[in-house]
């Protein structure tokens, strides 16, 4: 099947720094990628949609100017937490559906970033 | 909104035991619906999925059919192993939205 390669997989850094998360689409084109963040034991909460050459789509109570997000490529698309604090210490995993093909096929996750910010 | 509703764990089991994992959602129209599953520190990967009512999906001896009726798809195992315990999300979504999840239930199984 389809696979999305999520890097880092982990990732430690300080207070008040910026980490960017890569997320690939290794074998299919996706126009659409999408970012979710997981709480210890809960469920995965949508955070922005990604588009290809054009501005993310944020949920509502999503930060756009922390959770910054580029989609160059249709293959690619990063998330940067600018100036991170514990509080956005998570689990972060970003999601691509390939749109070519059959309609309603499976999304297809990345491996997910363990983001600690100390 | 879409939204999917599962029964909240944890659900503890004997090896071999029967598993019934309910899932609900409510939507307009006809989503698709999709089981995942998280073993700890890991991604989610596909367990199965049922694009069309009356569907059945069914992977690894799990499977789940898709109720338009009650809207439901309720994932089910005769005999449970060890290595599934793990958490399975529900989710349902459209082509080219994201897809929503339930909560997530924690399966525990003992031997």
């Known amino acids: 099947g389809a696979v999305v390669s999520q890097h880092p997989s982990w990732v430690i850094c300080k207070s008040g720094t910026s980490v960017k998360i890569e997320c690939r689409s290794l074998?299919?084109?996706?126009?659409?990628m999408f970012w979710y963040r997981q709480f210890p034991k809960q469920s995965l909460m949508l955070m922005a949609t990604s588009n290809e050459g054009s501005k993310a789509t944020y949920e509502q109570g999503v930060e756009k100017d922390k959770f910054l997000i580029n989609h160059a490529s249709l293959t690619l698309s990063t998330l940067t937490v600018t100036s991170a604090h514990p509080e956005d210490s998570s689990f972060y995993i970003c999601?691509?559906?390939?749109?070519?093909?059959?309609?309603?096929?499976?999304?297809?996750f990345g491996q997910g970033t363990r983001l600690t910010v100390v | 909104g879409d939204s999917v509703t599962q029964m909240e764990g944890p659900v503890t089991l004997s090896e071999e035991a029967f598993l019934t994992i309910n899932c609900t959602y409510t939507a307009t129209g006809y989503p698709s619906l999709f089981w995942y599953v998280q073993y700890p520190g890991e991604g989610l990967q596909l367990l199965l999925k049922?694009?069309?009512?009356?569907d059945k999906g069914s992977n690894k001896g799990f499977e789940a059919t898709y109720r338009k009726e009650t809207t439901s798809f309720h994932l089910e195992k005769g005999s449970v192993q060890v290595s599934d315990s793990a958490v399975y999300f529900c989710?349902?979504?459209?082509?080219?939205?994201?897809?929503?999840f339930g909560k997530g239930t924690t399966l525990s199984v003992s031997s």
């Open positions: 989710a349902a979504g459209r082509a080219g939205t994201a897809l929503i």
């Open positions: 049922a694009t069309k009512a009356d």
């Open positions: 074998d299919f084109q996706a126009t659409t």
């Open positions: 999601s691509a559906r390939d749109q070519q093909g059959a309609m309603n096929t499976e999304a297809f």
